[in-house]
């Protein structure tokens, strides 16, 4: 049931890096971070050039940037899953959106199981009913 918002900034994605990006982040939650394949949603979003900046200064043309942040139930993963997956989604931001600073993140973001769900039930309720 993880959650992943893709969101880049210097050039608009076609169609081929988007379902490439969609691909093989799902591919990475499904290998390294052991989540079930048919649960993961990805979300990408193309931002402004100017509505994003890296040490005080806006982005300039021909600058691009890109940010990857992942929701997953809290304490699912192992610290070197992680780790993991943050060095994975970099190498793929970087791949295929190009040369992004280095100041370009991915983030794991661990959400308690009574916080969030899918299909209107909590996962807190899902993993008592397992």
Do not use: C
Request: charged share 25%.
């Amino acid at each position: 049931m993880p959650y992943i918002e893709i969101t880049t900034s210097g050039r608009s994605l076609g169609a081929d890096e988007k379902s490439r990006l969609i691909a093989e982040t799902t591919r990475l939650m499904d290998d390294i971070m052991r989540k079930k394949r048919e649960l993961i949603s990805v979300r990408i979003e193309d931002g402004d050039t100017a509505a994003w900046g890296i040490g005080g200064v806006p982005l300039v043309e021909g600058q691009v940037a890109a940010h990857m942040e992942l929701k997953v139930s809290q304490a699912t993963n192992t610290p070197g899953e992680k780790a993991a997956m943050i060095e994975a989604g970099f190498a793929l931001l970087r791949e295929v959106v190009g040369a992004i600073p280095e100041a370009s993140y991915v983030i794991v973001n661990e959400i308690p199981l009574e916080n969030w769900g899918y299909g209107g039930v909590v996962m807190a309720e899902r993993y008592v009913n397992r």
